[in-house]
């Protein structure tokens, strides 16, 4: 037995303990074989052979145990050894990421507006009737409500084609004064160069004590807005209609190629069209259950201001994914 106590004393590796524990304790290792042995020995002896059997297998079984522990210990820190990184080196090639576009300019617009005290709402993307078209003046028929236009679910439910449903709600909840945004997605059924199924608005509301909230008042913060978005360029004001409000008014600014000299990109105009906003229609107040109240909105794209800002030609482009686009706003 004693050479099996010096080859667990000597091995190197946890595979030759291995080998040497089956040689041992295996079902036909040294143990089992002086056991078969022991059958055969005068009877008298049989006992005292067994018993010092025993004592070997308790031994051997604390030396194997005692041993593997030893020797794990020693392999992992061989392979810490070897595996061990410098945390401090410098790796061949690694890239910030960035902010896509869309989100880098709708963080843009919502840090003007909160800076001046407006706070920031969401809502529901699947929306009902109610909120998105009927409580905004678009009674049903419509045509602004054509299928064409809107993704309908069952049951009057649809994904919100504007976040003017937003204001609604707000309006329903909390008591005027208000002054919000609601940025978020919108979807329309639309899809060529300047138009996606699916995008980004910012809109806006103010509202407080009837007489206090006039044209000129938005007129002054949507200029202010304006120019903080794009730098030094002009702005103008074009009557136009919305449902919901009334006077309204869609808002222009210098071409941001050609500074209004008239280029392809503004149709030889000089102007792009960037907004729309207005005067609330009492219509909507009313939908709201506000009474002796004043206030003016305004909705935009996100999409046409990065687009404006970045000078990207094809709306689409932003919602591709590649990364080759992706890589030019790092
Ligand atoms: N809700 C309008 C849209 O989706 C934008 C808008 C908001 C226009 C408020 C005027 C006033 O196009």
Request: charged residues 25%.
């Amino acid at each position: 037995m004693k050479e099996w106590y010096d080859a667990i004393k000597e091995a190197q590796n946890v595979e030759k303990l291995e080998e040497i524990r089956i040689s041992v304790f295996g079902k036909k290792g040294v143990l089992a074989q002086e056991f078969a042995k022991m059958k055969s020995a005068p009877n008298e002896q049989k006992a005292q052979i067994a018993k010092d059997l025993n004592t070997h297998k308790s031994a051997l079984m604390n030396e194997l145990t005692a041993k593997k522990i030893t020797l794990q210990t020693l392999e992992l820190q061989v392979a810490m050894k070897a595996e061990s990184i410098d945390v401090s080196l410098f790796s061949s090639k690694s890239q910030a990421g960035a902010l896509h576009p869309v989100m880098e300019t709708m963080d843009k617009i919502v840090e003007y507006f909160s800076a001046m005290n407006f706070s920031v709402k969401t809502g529901n993307m699947v929306e009902d009737d109610f909120n998105n078209f009927e409580a905004l003046n678009l009674p049903k028929y419509h045509p602004a409500r054509d299928m064409q236009d809107t993704f309908y679910f069952k049951d009057e439910m649809l994904l919100r084609t504007h976040t003017s449903p937003v204001q609604i709600r707000t309006m329903m909840h909390t008591k005027p004064p208000i002054r919000m945004i609601a940025p978020g997605a919108v979807f329309r059924r639309d899809y060529d160069l300047t138009h996606t199924p699916m995008f980004h608005q910012v809109e806006g509301l103010l509202v407080d004590e009837e007489g206090k909230v006039s044209f000129a008042n938005l007129k002054y913060i949507l200029e202010d807005f304006l120019k903080y978005m794009f730098g030094d360029i002009e702005v103008r004001f074009r009557p136009s209609f919305f449902p919901f409000t009334e006077p309204s008014a869609e808002v222009d600014i210098s071409c941001v190629f050609c500074k209004g000299d008239g280029c392809r990109v503004c149709s030889k105009t000089g102007w792009l069209e960037v907004l729309g906003c207005g005067i609330v229609d009492p219509n909507v107040f009313e939908a709201v259950k506000y009474k002796n109240v004043s206030g003016y909105a305004f909705g935009l794209g996100v999409e046409r201001f990065a687009m404006l800002i970045h000078q990207i030609g094809d709306l689409r482009s932003l919602f591709e994914g590649d990364i080759k686009l992706l890589e030019q706003f790092q």
